[in-house]
């Protein structure tokens, strides 16, 4: 902005009416005030709504009922109705277990403690594995045993046999919670998911697509500015995995679509990859030719591939995916088959075509989202579990072995009264933040402050608010003075998770009943085994850290080219399908904090791993196939240089044989899956050589 | 034996609870020193070096307020 133009909007702010300026602000603040403060009174009603119905069925410990609702109410709708349903699944499987547990060990405390510390283990084992809901599931099953355990052991260890009433009346009590908070929000909300995630796809949609434009256009040094911009992209697509989770929450109809939306974050990522090969060839032929062949693509592009408009507030819109989505079926359709003189020609329409084909996998899913109209997507691809790295999983199970094994034998030997209490804290805290990385310490420990806040707020409820109340109605407005202000907290950004776990466990200090009971020694020993189990926890994740950033970046790489050297050697034993799904996942586990260029690496053994998948499928004269074995077995030994020489050698001699020839030895499209491998080769050598970075 | 409980706003506090704090705050100061001199880079394991001594200055406080 020029000295001019800011003179003028600063004469045009002041010239403003007083009373417009402070209309203005007040809407603004309005706009951000209103969503979380109904938010905070829709928490109030759900926990109040549990609270209800579990004191009119005569629940033992009615406040389970209230903290599992206030555990599954969460500021987006998505999120909290998706949250429920793997909580109901996680709590049924870990009472289960428990009951499994305490019947394979009735009169034995060492191996039920120990069995006990073993089941956590296993569950944050799998919780470290899945990702988004499915882990916290997993975590569910893993404390939920601990909470019904906490409950059946005596003073010192041991269960007193009455497993199955007390997981019985627990998953009761905590289905109670699920279903009242899924009611109070579902009544009250109607949700923004749908909506985000398709704004989301279509901004992404928009900056590859130009982008991708973009790139044809350049030439020279300019292209190898466009990199940053890619791999950057490469991170936002992964970062849409959760607010797909949410979409399936809000809406049953896109759950049974589910593959559609995930196969357009497949599309973005594989647009993504025939976007760098392109890239990759234009920046090794000479300048001219570069420019030719990319004008020869462009001619065949039309201008359309971006959103149709952008809408009032700068969002684009896109007004009919499914007609743009078969213009561009068509345009990749004339790419395909168009008539081309050389192999590298041939590679950038091919690409171009692969690009394409991502961005209507992409238009696929915006269809389903704006239109309600969904294509089918093979669900074999995207159902699979495919493990990027077993190692923090490993050290995840461990840890969460070690902590609830030391507060057992902390519990037994200082014969703590409270101790089963601190085990169910120390529990839920360490299988639930495992998963969350080098984050998870943090987390842990904003957890315990949190918990910490909630005990001192639940004091002043029980002891100077809930005594002078009589009625249900008058333990409500007593109730919403703290989960009212606290909801609000939870719902705008700073610390969240800390007002989350201020609010998660306000109710098991403060254990609501029929009977109150004012005593302060108990209320004192029940808040200070809490905090002490969540204070535990974050230590645990002190002492035993998660893997670093980096080293887990690190690993992802020697893991990807180990699996690409190993695909070089035999690659009649992978599907395309696999290695895909194999590196999607292993782009998803790069950690945020992972350098660009590791991206992009990855991105390149993607598409190396999958042309070397389609050429094992070319019959090739005796001679030529060993060339082509030979170039495969130095790829396998980290020798990029022998193997880009080998498979320049075989395009050399499959272009010799094709002079003079009618037909062509070989499809243009397979030597231009030679010349794919040979740039990207060349581009990332330390990668592939050596994998690590320059 | 000195050990009595504590009248904290009419909730009676167990004494073990003050002295965590108190002995938590003397790490912090312990810990301060430290990386001044940058003596924890000279152990394998910095946060179970930390844990232990404070396990060490709370073992010593109890004993000391015990004697």
């Given at each position: 902005?020029?000295?001019?133009?800011?003179?003028?909007?600063?004469?045009?702010?002041?010239?403003?009416?007083?009373?417009?300026?402070?209309?203005?602000?007040?809407?603004?603040?309005?706009?951000?005030?209103?969503?979380?403060?109904?938010?905070?009174?829709?928490?109030?009603?759900?926990?109040?709504?549990?609270?209800?119905?579990?004191?009119?069925?005569?629940?033992?410990?009615?406040?389970?009922?209230?903290?599992?609702?206030?555990?599954?109410?969460?500021?987006?709708?998505?999120?909290?109705?998706?949250?429920?349903?793997?909580?109901?699944?996680?709590?049924?499987?870990?009472?289960?277990?428990?009951?499994?547990?305490?019947?394979?060990?009735?009169?034995?405390?060492?191996?039920?403690?120990?069995?006990?510390?073993?089941?956590?283990?296993?569950?944050?084992?799998?919780?470290?594995?899945?990702?988004?809901?499915?882990?916290?599931?997993?975590?569910?099953?893993?404390?939920?045993?601990?909470?019904?355990?906490?409950?059946?052991?005596?003073?010192?260890?041991?269960?007193?046999?009455?497993?199955?009433?007390?997981?019985?009346?627990?998953?009761?009590?905590?289905?109670?919670?699920?279903?009242?908070?899924?009611?109070?929000?579902?009544?009250?909300?109607?949700?923004?998911?749908?909506?985000?995630?398709?704004?989301?796809?279509?901004?992404?949609?928009?900056?590859?697509?130009?982008?991708f434009a973009?790139?044809l256009?350049?030439?020279?040094?300019?292209?190898?500015?466009?990199?940053?911009?890619?791999?950057?992209?490469?991170?936002?697509?992964?970062?849409?995995?959760?607010?797909?989770?949410?979409?399936?929450?809000?809406?049953?109809?896109?759950?049974?679509?589910?593959?559609?939306?995930?196969?357009?974050?497949?599309?973005?990522?594989?647009?993504?990859?025939?976007?760098?090969?392109?890239?990759?060839?234009?920046?090794?032929?000479?300048?001219?030719?570069?420019?030719?062949?990319?004008?020869?693509v462009l001619r065949n592009l039309s201008e359309?591939l971006?959103?149709?408009?952008?809408?009032?507030?700068?969002?684009?819109?896109?007004?009919?995916?499914?007609?743009?989505?078969?213009?561009?079926?068509?345009v990749?359709?004339?790419l395909?088959?168009?008539?081309?003189?050389?192999?590298?020609?041939?590679?950038?329409?091919?690409?171009t075509?692969?690009?394409l084909?991502?961005?209507?996998?992409?238009?696929?899913?915006?269809?389903?989202?704006?239109?309600?109209?969904?294509?089918?997507?093979?669900?074999?691809?995207?159902?699979?579990?495919?493990?990027?790295?077993?190692?923090?999983?490993?050290?995840?199970?461990?840890?969460?072995?070690?902590?609830?094994?030391?507060?057992?034998?902390?519990?037994?030997?200082?014969?703590?009264?409270?101790?089963?209490?601190?085990?169910?804290?120390?529990?839920?805290?360490?299988?639930?933040?495992?998963?969350?990385?080098?984050?998870?310490?943090?987390?842990?420990?904003?957890?315990?402050?949190?918990?910490?806040?909630?005990?001192?707020?639940?004091?002043?409820?029980?002891?100077?608010?809930?005594?002078?109340?009589?009625?249900?109605?008058?333990?409500?407005?007593?109730?919403?003075?703290?989960?009212?202000?606290?909801?609000?907290?939870?719902?705008?950004?700073?610390?969240?998770?800390?007002?989350?776990?201020?609010?998660?466990?306000?109710?098991?200090?403060?254990?609501?009943?029929?009977?109150?009971?004012?005593?302060?020694?108990?209320?004192?020993?029940?808040?200070?085994?809490?905090?002490?189990?969540?204070?535990?926890?974050?230590?645990?994740?002190?002492?035993?850290?998660?893997?670093?950033?980096?080293?887990?970046?690190?690993?992802?790489?020697?893991?990807?080219?180990?699996?690409?050297?190993?695909?070089?050697?035999?690659?009649?034993?992978?599907?395309?399908?696999?290695?895909?799904?194999?590196?999607?996942?292993?782009?998803?586990?790069?950690?945020?904090?992972?350098?660009?260029?590791?991206?992009?690496?990855?991105?390149?053994?993607?598409?190396?791993?999958?042309?070397?998948?389609?050429?094992?499928?070319?019959?090739?004269?005796?001679?030529?196939?060993?060339?082509?074995?030979?170039?495969?077995?130095?790829?396998?030994?980290?020798?990029?240089?022998?193997?880009?020489?080998?498979?320049?050698?075989?395009?050399?001699?499959?272009?010799?044989?094709?002079?003079?020839?009618?037909?062509?030895?070989?499809?243009?499209?397979?030597?231009?899956?030679?010349?794919?491998?040979?740039?990207?080769?060349?581009?990332?050598?330390?990668?592939?050589?050596?994998?690590?970075?320059? | 034996?000195?050990?009595?409980?504590?009248?904290?706003?009419?909730?009676?506090?167990?004494?073990?609870?003050?002295?965590?704090?108190?002995?938590?705050?003397?790490?912090?100061?312990?810990?301060?020193?430290?990386?001044?001199?940058?003596?924890?880079?000279?152990?394998?394991?910095?946060?179970?070096?930390?844990?232990?001594?404070?396990?060490?200055?709370?073992?010593?406080?109890?004993?000391?307020?015990?004697?």
């Amino acid at each position: 902005m020029t000295m001019a133009n800011a003179l003028r909007s600063a004469d045009r702010t002041l010239g403003q009416p007083v009373a417009d300026r402070w209309w203005e602000a007040l809407g603004r603040a309005a706009g951000f005030a209103v969503p979380t403060l109904l938010f905070g009174l829709r928490l109030w009603a759900s926990v109040c709504l549990a609270l209800y119905v579990a004191f009119w069925l005569q629940l033992d410990n009615a406040y389970w009922a209230g903290t599992s609702a206030a555990l599954v109410c969460q500021p987006r709708l998505g999120a909290s109705l998706r949250k429920g349903w793997f909580r109901m699944v996680g709590t049924v499987i870990g009472a289960i277990a428990i009951v499994v547990l305490t019947a394979i060990f009735p009169q034995n405390r060492v191996g039920f403690l120990v069995g006990l510390a073993l089941w956590g283990a296993i569950c944050t084992f799998i919780a470290s594995l899945v990702r988004n809901f499915g882990s916290y599931a997993a975590a569910l099953a893993g404390y939920t045993a601990a909470i019904i355990a906490s409950d059946e052991l005596g003073a010192s260890g041991g269960a007193n046999g009455q497993a199955f009433t007390i997981a019985v009346i627990r998953v009761s009590e905590i289905w109670i919670g699920i279903v009242c908070a899924g009611i109070v929000l579902a009544g009250t909300d109607f949700g923004h998911a749908r909506r985000r995630l398709a704004a989301l796809l279509i901004k992404l949609y928009a900056e590859i697509a130009d982008g991708f434009a973009t790139t044809l256009k350049l030439s020279g040094s300019a292209l190898s500015d466009m990199q940053p911009a890619r791999r950057e992209l490469v991170r936002q697509v992964i970062a849409l995995d959760p607010v797909i989770d949410e979409v399936i929450g809000e809406s049953s109809s896109l759950r049974l679509h589910s593959p559609v939306l995930k196969g357009a974050v497949g599309g973005l990522i594989a647009a993504l990859a025939e976007w760098r090969s392109i890239t990759a060839r234009l920046i090794r032929l000479p300048e001219d030719e570069a420019r030719r062949q990319a004008d020869t693509v462009l001619r065949n592009l039309s201008e359309d591939l971006r959103p149709a408009a952008e809408s009032e507030n700068g969002t684009p819109s896109l007004a009919d995916p499914i007609g743009m989505r078969r213009h561009m079926e068509a345009v990749g359709q004339d790419l395909t088959d168009m008539q081309v003189e050389g192999p590298s020609l041939r590679l950038i329409a091919d690409k171009t075509a692969g690009v394409l084909a991502g961005l209507c996998r992409v238009l696929d899913g915006l269809a389903l989202l704006v239109a309600a109209r969904s294509r089918s997507e093979s669900r074999d691809t995207w159902m699979k579990l495919r493990v990027a790295d077993w190692l923090p999983a490993y050290v995840n199970a461990g840890r969460a072995f070690v902590t609830i094994c030391a507060v057992e034998l902390f519990w037994i030997v200082t014969a703590w009264p409270n101790g089963a209490q601190a085990i169910t804290f120390a529990a839920v805290s360490v299988f639930l933040f495992a998963p969350q990385a080098d984050e998870a310490y943090t987390r842990a420990l904003g957890f315990a402050v949190g918990v910490g806040i909630g005990a001192v707020c639940a004091g002043i409820i029980a002891f100077a608010g809930l005594p002078s109340v009589e009625t249900f109605a008058g333990f409500s407005i007593v109730m919403g003075l703290f989960l009212v202000p606290a909801g609000i907290l939870m719902a705008q950004p700073w610390r969240a998770s800390m007002f989350a776990a201020m609010v998660g466990n306000f109710l098991p200090i403060l254990a609501p009943a029929n009977q109150m009971n004012y005593n302060t020694i108990q209320f004192y020993n029940t808040a200070l085994a809490i905090v002490g189990g969540c204070g535990i926890a974050a230590l645990s994740f002190r002492l035993l850290p998660s893997l670093s950033p980096a080293l887990r970046a690190r690993r992802l790489m020697a893991l990807t080219l180990r699996d690409l050297r190993r695909l070089a050697l035999n690659p009649e034993k992978w599907r395309r399908n696999d290695w895909e799904g194999r590196m999607h996942a292993r782009l998803a586990a790069l950690p945020d904090q992972a350098k660009p260029l590791q991206r992009a690496q990855l991105l390149a053994a993607l598409s190396v791993g999958a042309e070397i998948i389609a050429l094992r499928s070319v019959r090739l004269q005796r001679r030529l196939e060993l060339i082509l074995a030979l170039a495969f077995d130095a790829i396998a030994r980290g020798d990029s240089q022998v193997a880009i020489a080998r498979l320049s050698t075989l395009d050399q001699r499959l272009a010799l044989l094709d002079e003079g020839r009618p037909e062509p030895a070989l499809d243009l499209r397979e030597r231009s899956r030679i010349l794919a491998i040979c740039d990207a080769l060349a581009r990332h050598r330390e990668f592939f050589d050596e994998g690590g970075l320059p | 034996m000195k050990f009595v409980e504590v009248d904290l706003f009419g909730v009676y506090v167990a004494p073990i609870s003050l002295l965590l704090i108190a002995a938590w705050l003397v790490v912090i100061v312990l810990q301060r020193a430290a990386a001044r001199f940058h003596l924890l880079d000279l152990v394998w394991h910095p946060a179970l070096f930390v844990c232990s001594v404070y396990m060490i200055v709370l073992s010593s406080i109890v004993l000391a307020i015990a004697g």
